[in-house]
């Protein structure tokens, strides 16, 4: 689902989270974790274990990137500040607070992230090295850089998802496809991966919560994936 699109002061710049961001010079976000750094207390530093980079496209071609980490804090998980995306080749950043970010669980380990960071105007993300920097309200921060490189062009066609009189059917040339269900309120709930690519919706055992679908199709080799735009769950009875 679309997120708003919510400004923020950083440093005295403004950026756009999430959904937008906008061109901003690495000067300033060095200067930012200099600061932090200046005043932070002696506590336990975040960990960032692991980072996630993948190609996300969306309908029309549109790029957009699933950036997830998966982290830890001895203080608690209250005390992370904010998340991190870096490109210096091309001096672009973005940066997620836990109003932004999506808290997933798996395994008994906690990721955050988004699936929805956007270039300006839907251009094309810059290929290379990024850095995801992960900053704690002390100011500790710790980094990792994470390399990415997919396709220029997607090699599969854009996955489709419809049904009608309670049954579903997706085409999709992704060898993995899970559907994602929204509450009311736009949040993701639910995830459900697919054993067929045809069925009767109530099989997805979906919950009552549940007021729309799309189809996320992934290919986990090649890190890229497509999220289709939700349909309503009345549509498809």
């Known amino acids: 689902m679309s997120l708003k699109v919510t ?66 804090d001895e203080d608690g998980f209250l005390d992370l500040d904010a998340l991190h995306l870096l490109n210096n080749s091309s001096q672009l950043y973005w940066s997620l607070s836990a109003k932004d970010w999506l808290k997933v669980e798996r395994t008994g380990e906690t990721w ?20 995801a920097v992960l900053v704690d309200k002390g100011g500790d921060r710790i980094e990792r850089t994470v390399a990415f490189d997919p396709p220029l062009a997607s090699a599969r066609r854009f996955p489709s998802l419809s049904g009608t009189k309670g049954r579903y059917r997706v085409i999709s040339e992704y060898p993995k496809n899970v559907i994602v269900g929204y509450d009311s309120s736009g949040a993701q709930s639910r995830t ?20 729309s679908i799309a189809l996320w199709a992934e290919d986990e080799e090649s890190r890229v994936a497509a999220l289709t735009d939700p349909v309503s769950i009345k549509a498809l009875y």
């Open 112 to 131: 955050i992230g988004s699936h929805t960071i956007a270039m300006a105007d839907d251009a094309k993300f810059p290929r290379g090295a990024y850095r």
């Open 192 to 211: 459900v991966q697919l054993k067929a690519k045809e069925g009767l919706l109530s099989e997805l055992e979906l919950g009552p919560a549940i007021q």
């Open 7 to 72: 400004p923020f002061v950083l440093n005295g710049q403004e950026i756009y989270t999430v959904l937008k961001m906008k061109r901003t010079f690495l000067a300033a976000a060095s200067l930012l974790v200099a600061c932090a750094l200046l005043f932070s207390c002696s506590h336990a530093a975040p960990r960032l274990d692991s980072v996630s980079l993948r190609l996300v496209y969306r309908a029309a071609g549109v790029e957009r990137l699933s950036f997830f980490a998966l982290v830890a």
